[in-house]
Antibody, heavy 117, light 109 residues
Framework: QLEESGGGLVQPGGSLRLSCAAS????????MNWVRQAPGKGLEWLSY????????YYADSVKGRFTISRNNARNALYLQMNRLRAEDTAVYFC????????????WGKGTTVTVSS | QTVVTQEPSLTVSPGGTVTLTCASS?????????PNWFQQKPGQAPRALIY???NRHSWTPARFSGSLLGGKAALTLSRVQPEDEADYYC?????????FGGGTKLTVL
């Protein structure tokens, strides 16, 4: 299971750190992703981190502003979000990825981020 | 910028069959894009249905099947049930990035 936390209301230009707590599987064996969904919109992939953190990818929309990281000892995934904009308002999901079949098979319920003054 | 295109909406009758497709702006979709399909109902997280083009998860009903069709990834729903009404998203892998399609709103009517 995956459970996101850390969402909330933040002003434009502000920062927020999301967490994703993993349980019920060997977290350190899996790559992880962050995905978001703006109100009434579709899914948008944001970032990927490999099981050992040696490979990290970002979507262009968040590159340079968001940072993905993980702590395998704590079974936790993080997303540090800086310089937030109104268009970052969304529900943020973490999702497990099984390799090498590239299967985004387990998702959390999401945490809501609202960027507004 | 890579764009993945799905039908915005489709309607199917209960008991019928419908095929949703997923196209890539870079050209034909192949198994090398590892197409994934997800179902999302209002207020819920996405649920994985299909991975690597054709593989169902243990929880995916057998009436859902994935394939490649005419240069696109496809999701076919057979013997459609009322509870299949939902948004469906495909996901394609492009090496360093992953791109979701815009989603298909499936109405069962």
């Amino acid at each position: 299971q995956l459970e996101e936390s850390g969402g909330g209301l933040v002003q434009p230009g502000g920062s927020l750190r999301l967490s994703c707590a993993a349980s019920g599987f060997t977290f350190s064996s899996y790559a992880m992703n962050w995905v978001r969904q703006a109100p009434g919109k579709g899914l948008e992939w944001l970032s990927y981190i490999s099981s050992s953190s040696n490979i990290i990818y970002y979507a262009d929309s968040v590159k340079g502003r968001f940072t993905i990281s993980r702590n395998n000892a704590r079974n936790a995934l993080y997303l540090q979000m800086n310089r937030l904009r109104a268009e970052d308002t969304a529900v943020y999901f973490c999702a497990r990825e099984t390799t090498p079949v590239l299967d985004m098979d387990v998702w959390g319920k999401g945490t809501t981020v609202t960027v507004s003054s | 910028q890579t764009v993945v295109t799905q039908e915005p909406s489709l309607t199917v009758s209960p008991g019928g069959t419908v095929t949703l497709t997923c196209a890539s702006s870079t050209g034909a979709v192949t198994s090398g894009y590892y197409p994934n399909w997800f179902q999302q109902k209002p207020g819920q997280a996405p649920r994985a249905l299909i991975y690597s083009t054709i593989n169902r998860h243990s929880w995916t009903p057998a009436r859902f099947s994935g394939s490649l069709l005419g240069g696109k990834a496809a999701l076919t729903l057979s013997r459609v049930q009322p509870e299949d009404e939902a948004d469906y998203y495909c996901l394609l892998y492009y090496g360093a990035t992953r791109v979701f399609g815009g989603g298909t709103k499936l109405t069962v009517l």
